[in-house]
């Protein structure tokens, strides 16, 4: 009996150790809520075929008709299921493997299947027989695309020898309109017979042109492009890349995912203005007729159809914003079938993706994690009503050129021409060059209140003097009776008009533009939220710098790190590392506040603190070991992201220093490795990753033995347009990695088509 019992109890401990797992958080660019929808009736009416809670979508129907073929998220990551047409069976893996699978076709006869995988590192095209009964093997796959470029939606032609799909392969990488460290790609339509051979370049353009259909004489290519103005249109073109041309009428925009049913029936996805969500639309490309009778309530995206009149489409209804993931994704915090189980080595992983653009901290212990919400939205939100009496200013200037000119007029006699008009134009100036100080200073530089007050008055002083000597020429002219009196009180009462507003300004320019930064727990089982403290920045931030960039606990969970600044902005421009002490409520400022200070790390034991910082007018990496602050890096490179293990002698960041520079706009960033020696100085930096791409965000694993970052190295897994509609997703990195310092070995942790990046590797023992 005992022998059992110490059996037993043995398991029981072997069990708990087996369980037990390190937890890693990552921000998710992730949507919620779709399903696969089933049409019985061409489209009259669509019901669930799936109703899992995870991600299903890109469903195609096998040619006899019977088989659903549809990707899903319900295992963590992207693979293909299969579910029979009739009945109620439940959904079945079609491919096992530890990769992402996606965008299936079928070959005409249905012996055959063809998808997107990242099986062998970046998106390629594999080939498969079809055998509904068994579960394949990824390692059985063909690869027909054997490209380093992504290589996406392939679609088999009508006879079956030939497969159309899109590449990024022939465009180079560059930067993204707005957000320049976002990579973008462009991609082109390419054709392949069905073995891999023969690969044909039929598209050029600087759009993303995508997801190519055959007619049914399989002599044009009909597919989407965004070549103008962004916004995707349906074009035709032959096969042999002639007569390239726009099928779809002007009038609409946001076309994708075109489905070739007949010479004169097209089916594409379009978002629907007026309720923000997506739909299907039919086109007859001869008439251009546009019809619009299978609007639904849901999202309804990339459709697929039979000849017996059977449908497939995914989505699911538009979600609404809840108080447990406020100002961000609409819908739950958490991805849906999360944690993922995982493991490297010998170290028991969960994966938790958090359907923010930043990383959400986990509270220790608990199901939670914290986030910050600003509820404004646009310049309007920020202004105050100290702000308003500023709009006289424009006013009157424009009422002092309206006199000029006037004058100029009426006084032609007396008072040469040109001199009211340089007048005029004078008051004109002199409020735009206010309007431009106050924007550089305020708005690029991001200044302190306290300096730019201090500029203003330097600006107020100039003003002043000038002010007095117009005066003095008025009195002077005026008792001399001389005509020109007149225009010198205009230049007086113009500038007394400056000086007061510039009075004004200094005495509220801190107080125009005011927001308060919530901070809430999300208990991420429940979506319960719960608000934390709310916060100000001190009166001398300016309030362009107000943002909350960076969030993250220190390591035994006791305080909350926060930066609030500019996440790529000046180097002076102001920027601060706050802490909020969970216990006692407190929050602190704890670096300066005189340049861009952010993105802080503390020590498990709270002796040492690195952060990055634009003091010297470089973006630099400095740590502070007890109240010694030392520049680690002091270089003119761009550095950010720093990261401290938890014994406190290691330390990461990024750096552009031996970056590819990009279109002049840009450079990638690497990460890079600075330890303690034995004299407790610091190394010099060692570069840790050389991928030609962006590399950032690393983190050290509790033991300090791993580095976990984002990567773009595996490139894109689906056209940026297709992802891109439904939500933001620049996939500036798009993959979470994890990489032994020691000998460099690395493990793809996540696959997938959606932006994730800003890990965290948090320690089981808490």
Same mark, same amino acid.
């Given at each position: 009996?005992?022998?059992?019992?110490?059996?037993?109890?043995?398991?029981?401990?072997?069990?708990?150790?087996?369980?037990?797992?390190?937890?890693?958080?990552?921000?998710?660019?992730?949507?919620?809520?779709?399903?696969?929808?089933?049409?019985?009736?061409?489209?009259?009416?669509?019901?669930?075929?799936?109703?899992?809670?995870?991600?299903?979508?890109?469903?195609?129907?096998?040619?006899?008709?019977?088989?659903?073929?549809?990707?899903?998220?319900?295992?963590?990551?992207?693979?293909?299921?299969?579910?029979?047409?009739?009945?109620?069976?439940?959904?079945?893996?079609?491919?096992?493997?530890?990769?992402?699978?996606?965008?299936?076709?079928?070959?005409?006869?249905?012996?055959?299947?063809?998808?997107?995988?990242?099986?062998?590192?970046?998106?390629?095209?594999?080939?498969?027989?079809?055998?509904?009964?068994?579960?394949?093997?990824?390692?059985?796959?063909?690869?027909?695309?054997?490209?380093?470029?992504?290589?996406?939606?392939?679609?088999?032609?009508?006879?079956?020898?030939?497969?159309?799909?899109?590449?990024?392969?022939?465009?180079?990488?560059?930067?993204?309109?707005?957000?320049?460290?976002?990579?973008?790609?462009t991609g082109d339509i390419f054709t392949m017979s069905s073995d891999g051979t023969n690969v044909k370049r039929l598209t050029d353009s600087e759009g993303w042109d995508g997801s190519p259909n055959w007619s049914k004489d399989d002599s044009k290519i009909i597919f989407y492009s965004n070549r103008f103005d962004n916004k995707p249109h349906l074009f035709q073109i032959d096969v042999n890349g002639n007569n390239e041309s726009m099928i779809t009428p002007?009038?609409?925009?946001?076309?994708?995912?075109?489905?070739?049913?007949?010479?004169?029936?097209?089916?594409?996805?379009?978002?629907?203005?007026?309720?923000?969500?997506?739909?299907?639309?039919? *086109?007859?490309?001869?008439?251009?007729?546009?019809?619009?009778?299978?609007?639904?309530?849901?999202?309804?995206? #990339?459709?697929?159809?039979?000849?017996?009149?059977?449908?497939?489409?995914?989505?699911?209804?538009?979600?609404?914003?809840?108080?447990?993931?406020?100002?961000?994704?609409?819908?739950?915090? *958490?991805?849906?079938?999360?944690?993922?189980?995982?493991?490297?080595?010998?170290?028991?992983?969960?994966?938790?993706?958090?359907?923010?653009?930043?990383?959400?901290?986990?509270?220790?212990?608990?199901?939670?994690?914290?986030?910050?919400?600003?509820?404004?939205?646009?310049?309007?939100?920020?202004?105050?009503?100290?702000?308003?009496?500023?709009?006289?200013?424009?006013?009157?200037?424009?009422?002092?050129?309206?006199?000029?000119?006037?004058? =100029?007029?009426?006084?032609?006699?007396?008072?040469?021409?040109?001199?009211?008009?340089?007048?005029?134009?004078? =008051?004109?100036?002199?409020?735009?060059?206010?309007?431009? *100080?106050?924007?550089?200073?305020?708005?690029? @530089?991001?200044?302190?209140?306290?300096?730019?007050?201090?500029?203003?008055?330097?600006?107020?002083?100039?003003?002043? !003097?000038?002010?007095?000597? =117009?005066?003095?020429?008025?009195?002077?002219?005026?008792?001399?009776?001389?005509?020109?009196? =007149?225009?010198?009180?205009?230049?007086?009462?113009?500038?007394?008009?400056?000086?007061?507003?510039?009075?004004?300004?200094?005495?509220?320019?801190?107080?125009?533009?005011?927001?308060?930064?919530?901070?809430?727990?999300?208990?991420?089982?429940?979506?319960?939220?719960?608000?934390?403290?709310?916060?100000?920045?001190?009166?001398?931030?300016?309030? @362009?710098?107000?943002?909350?960039?960076?969030?993250?606990?220190?390591?035994?969970?006791?305080?909350?790190?926060?930066?609030?600044?500019?996440?790529?902005?000046?180097?002076?421009?102001?920027?601060?590392?706050?802490?909020?002490?969970?216990?006692?409520?407190?929050?602190?400022?704890?670096?300066?506040?005189?340049?861009?200070?952010?993105?802080?790390?503390?020590?498990?034991?709270?002796?040492?603190?690195?952060?990055?910082?634009?003091?010297?007018?470089?973006?630099?990496?400095?740590? #502070?070991?007890?109240?010694?602050?030392?520049?680690?890096?002091?270089?003119?490179?761009?550095?950010?992201?720093?990261?401290?293990?938890?014994?406190?002698?290691?330390?990461?960041?990024?750096?552009?220093?031996?970056?590819?520079?990009?279109?002049?706009?840009?450079?990638?960033?690497?990460?890079?490795?600075?330890?303690?020696?034995?004299?407790?100085?610091?190394?010099?930096?060692?570069?840790?990753?050389?991928?030609?791409?962006?590399?950032?965000?690393?983190?050290?694993?509790?033991?300090?033995?791993?580095?976990?970052?984002?990567?773009?190295?595996?490139?894109?897994?689906?056209?940026?347009?297709?992802?891109?509609?439904?939500?933001?997703?620049?996939?500036?990195?798009?993959?979470?990695?994890?990489?032994?310092?020691?000998?460099?070995?690395?493990?793809?942790?996540?696959?997938?088509?959606?932006?994730?990046?800003?890990?965290?590797? !948090?320690?089981?023992?808490?």
């Amino acid at each position: 009996m005992r022998h059992i019992f110490a059996i037993i109890s043995l398991f029981a401990i072997g069990l708990g150790y087996s369980q037990s797992s390190d937890q890693i958080f990552y921000s998710s660019f992730r949507p919620q809520g779709w399903d696969i929808h089933l049409s019985k009736d061409n489209g009259k009416s669509f019901s669930p075929l799936t109703t899992n809670e995870s991600l299903d979508y890109d469903a195609k129907i096998s040619p006899d008709g019977n088989w659903v073929v549809f990707t899903s998220e319900r295992l963590g990551k992207p693979q293909l299921f299969l579910k029979h047409v009739k009945g109620d069976t439940l959904p079945r893996l079609l491919i096992k493997s530890k990769s992402m699978q996606d965008q299936v076709d079928f070959s005409p006869d249905g012996k055959w299947i063809v998808f997107v995988s990242s099986h062998e590192g970046n998106a390629e095209i594999f080939k498969l027989p079809f055998k509904p009964n068994e579960t394949l093997s990824i390692n059985e796959a063909e690869n027909l695309s054997n490209n380093k470029a992504g290589d996406f939606r392939p679609r088999f032609s009508n006879d079956g020898n030939s497969i159309a799909f899109s590449s990024d392969r022939a465009h180079r990488i560059k930067p993204h309109k707005f957000l320049v460290f976002a990579m973008q790609r462009t991609g082109d339509i390419f054709t392949m017979s069905s073995d891999g051979t023969n690969v044909k370049r039929l598209t050029d353009s600087e759009g993303w042109d995508g997801s190519p259909n055959w007619s049914k004489d399989d002599s044009k290519i009909i597919f989407y492009s965004n070549r103008f103005d962004n916004k995707p249109h349906l074009f035709q073109i032959d096969v042999n890349g002639n007569n390239e041309s726009m099928i779809t009428p002007e009038t609409i925009s946001g076309a994708i995912s075109p489905l070739v049913i007949n010479d004169d029936r097209i089916l594409f996805t379009n978002e629907n203005l007026s309720n923000g969500t997506l739909r299907i639309l039919e *086109l007859n490309p001869v008439t251009k007729k546009i019809d619009s009778s299978m609007i639904n309530e849901i999202h309804m995206m #990339n459709i697929d159809y039979h000849n017996s009149g059977i449908m497939v489409i995914h989505g699911g209804k538009k979600l609404k914003e809840t108080e447990a993931n406020k100002g961000d994704f609409f819908g739950d915090i *958490l991805v849906k079938n999360h944690p993922v189980k995982d493991t490297i080595e010998n170290i028991n992983l969960s994966h938790f993706g958090i359907r923010r653009s930043f990383a959400s901290p986990p509270t220790l212990n608990e199901s939670k994690v914290i986030y910050s919400y600003n509820p404004a939205r646009g310049f309007g939100d920020f202004i105050t009503l100290y702000f308003y009496p500023l709009i006289l200013l424009p006013c009157l200037a424009l009422y002092w050129f309206v006199t000029g000119v006037f004058r =100029s007029v009426k006084k032609r006699k007396d008072i040469a021409f040109w001199k009211h008009i340089v007048f005029s134009m004078l =008051s004109v100036l002199v409020m735009v060059l206010l309007v431009y *100080l106050l924007d550089k200073w305020v708005g690029f @530089q991001a200044l302190s209140m306290n300096t730019v007050r201090l500029k203003m008055i330097s600006v107020l002083v100039v003003v002043l !003097i000038c002010l007095g000597l =117009s005066y003095w020429f008025y009195k002077k002219r005026k008792s001399n009776a001389n005509p020109i009196a =007149s225009l010198y009180k205009l230049y007086t009462l113009m500038l007394f008009g400056v000086a007061l507003g510039i009075i004004y300004i200094v005495l509220f320019t801190g107080s125009f533009l005011q927001s308060t930064t919530s901070f809430f727990t999300v208990d991420y089982n429940s979506n319960k939220a719960q608000k934390l403290f709310d916060f100000r920045a001190d009166k001398n931030f300016n309030p @362009q710098s107000t943002s909350v960039i960076d969030t993250k606990l220190t390591p035994d969970g006791t305080a909350l790190l926060f930066s609030v600044g500019s996440f790529r902005g000046h180097p002076n421009a102001q920027g601060a590392v706050y802490k909020y002490n969970l216990e006692s409520k407190i929050i602190e400022r704890i670096t300066p506040m005189d340049s861009n200070h952010g993105f802080a790390d503390v020590s498990a034991d709270h002796r040492t603190m690195v952060f990055r910082s634009g003091e010297t007018g470089n973006m630099d990496i400095y740590v #502070n070991e007890n109240g010694a602050v030392t520049n680690l890096t002091n270089s003119k490179a761009k550095e950010n992201f720093p990261a401290i293990s938890h014994d406190g002698n290691k330390i990461m960041y990024c750096s552009d220093v031996n970056g590819k520079d990009i279109q002049g706009l840009v450079k990638t960033m690497d990460v890079f490795l600075i330890e303690r020696q034995s004299d407790n100085s610091w190394s010099a930096p060692k570069q840790i990753t050389s991928y030609s791409g962006q590399e950032g965000h690393p983190h050290f694993s509790p033991d300090g033995n791993w580095m976990i970052y984002t990567t773009e190295e595996f490139g894109i897994n689906d056209e940026q347009p297709i992802v891109q509609s439904v939500i933001f997703a620049p996939q500036m990195y798009g993959e979470i990695v994890a990489e032994r310092i020691s000998d460099g070995k690395k493990v793809r942790l996540t696959h997938n088509k959606w932006e994730e990046g800003v890990p965290l590797w !948090i320690s089981s023992k808490y």
